[in-house]
């Protein structure tokens, strides 16, 4: 009677177990994007959000678990598409060079203030795939901020002088000279802004990116 009282508890315990990890298992492994047909599972962006609140920590701190279907976790996962397509294209032209070394010391960060995450070590992350991740995500940041520079044109005088007499309304009875270096900064941000979307969707076409959580290409 014991023995089999004691076989039961043990194959109940097998169960719980096996119930916990499938269950987990189906949140870490779920298929959330596709890059020219490769897909990105929510394990990568989960691991992504934690290396990048860890080196680029956020105002506002994100709370775990969180629906994979919220407004939220589809950005992490343009975040993570976006990182993924420019790396491509910086590795293809070879605009981009990094060394070892940067990557050992943006692991060297993480060490300090992630390893030891209860978050960070359920993911069972291994040393080869984090030096991947880091690389894509130096890459990405560099050759955006390298488009970003050879994006830039100067913003002309009449075009400042155009968006205050088209927006006199917000500007009241004040003098142009006032709003003059203001609206100079406004319309270059606005002009890179416009430059760099475009520069993204093209790569999105070029590469088939497609967000699955919202079923169509973003």
Known sequence: MFNSLKSIRLISLIVCILSAFTAQAKV?????????????????????????QALYPRKKEVKWPFDLKSKFYVSEVNRVL???IVSLEGESFSIVKIGKKEV???????????FKKRKWRELQVEDKELRSLLRRKIISKKFIQFKA??????????EVKKYFNDNKNK??????????????????KQ?????????????????????????NTY
């Open 28 to 52: 870490i492994s779920m298929s959330v994007a596709e890059i020219k047909g490769e897909t990105v599972t929510s394990r990568e962006v989960n691991i992504n959000l934690l290396v990048e």
């Open 149 to 158: 520079n050879s994006s830039v044109t100067p913003i002309m005088d009449f």
């Open 82 to 84: 976006i990182e993924r």
């Open 171 to 188: 500007f009241g009875d004040l003098p142009f000279s006032q709003f003059e270096e203001n609206i100079k900064t406004y319309l270059k």
């Open 104 to 114: 050992l010391l943006a692991k060297k960060e993480l060490a300090r203030s992630l």
């Open 191 to 215: 002009q890179l802004d416009d430059r760099l979307k475009n520069w993204l969707q093209v790569l999105q076409v070029k590469y088939k990116v497609k967000n699955l959580l919202i079923s």
